[in-house]
């Protein structure tokens, strides 16, 4: 593509040149970094979308304190990194991408349980539904491969929120023992950027590792195809 651009080039002028590569390299990479932002805004979107349903002051159906708090809580950690998953396969790779269709199944699925677990009728069939995804996700080969990106790449999310709240809380601990409040939020401002850092650096660790399995799954699917032909 540069050596036709440099061809043209020779007739258009050197800026049409620059502006035309840069086009062309603007458009190779832009998903990538545009689906990375989606997934941070959205997972963080929806942690605190999904604690304001099941602990939140105003909640209109809290669950019951024991022991099913802890359990919506769990899912809710589950649902906030797979709404993350899904809004990167949705961008980088297109809506027509299995992988990315399997997380938005799961997401649906645990998104209605946490806002409407108190409807028998929708629970029931979000049971039934997730029952049968699971039956269909085990019995055929190229969704157990989806299913396995989806389950790593959330793993992976989940794991490194939970090193990150570890090493953030000793973090804090090093800079003044004790309970925090605004205050020593203000005073200590160094916290919330490594907090922060550390959070995109959990994203970027997940995104990672959905691409690099994503390109694998892929690739075995091509070669798959090759010998089939």
Same mark, same amino acid.
């Given at each position: 593509?540069?050596?036709?651009?440099? !061809?043209?080039?020779?007739?258009?002028?050197?800026?049409?040149?620059?502006?035309?590569?840069?086009g062309v390299v603007l458009s190779s990479v832009w998903r990538r970094p545009l689906a990375f932002v989606a997934a941070f805004y959205a997972g963080m979107w929806a942690v605190g979308g999904f604690q304001m349903a099941v602990v939140g002051v105003h909640a209109q159906h809290r669950p019951p304190e024991y022991p099913w708090v802890?359990?919506?809580l769990a899912l809710g950690m589950v649902g906030s990194a797979l709404w993350a998953m899904s809004f990167y396969a949705a961008i980088r790779y297109g809506l027509q991408d299995r992988t990315g269709q399997m997380a938005f199944a799961w997401t649906g699925l645990?998104?209605?349980?946490?806002?409407?677990?108190?409807?028998?009728?929708?629970?029931g069939v979000c049971?039934?539904?997730?029952?049968?995804?699971a039956s269909v996700?085990?019995?055929?080969?190229?969704r157990r491969k989806s299913v396995l990106i989806v389950a790593v790449s959330v793993a992976a999310l989940l794991g490194a929120e939970i090193l990150t709240a570890f090493i953030g809380s000793r973090y804090q601990h090093f800079l003044l023992s004790?309970?925090?409040?605004?205050? !020593?939020w203000e005073e200590h401002p160094s916290a919330s950027w490594a907090y922060g850092c550390m959070l995109v650096l959990s994203?970027?660790?997940?995104?990672?590792?959905?691409?690099?399995?994503h390109n694998w799954l892929t690739r075995s699917q091509r070669l798959e195809s090759e010998v089939d032909g």
């Open positions: 593509m540069v050596g036709d651009l440099v !061809e043209i080039g020779e007739r258009k002028g050197l800026l049409w040149f620059w502006l035309s590569l840069a802890p359990i919506f645990i998104t209605t349980v946490i806002y409407l677990w108190w409807q028998p009728v929708i629970l049971i039934a539904a997730a029952l049968f995804l996700c085990l019995l055929n080969g190229k004790g309970p925090w409040g605004t205050r !020593e994203f970027w660790v997940a995104t990672a590792v959905w691409s690099r399995m």
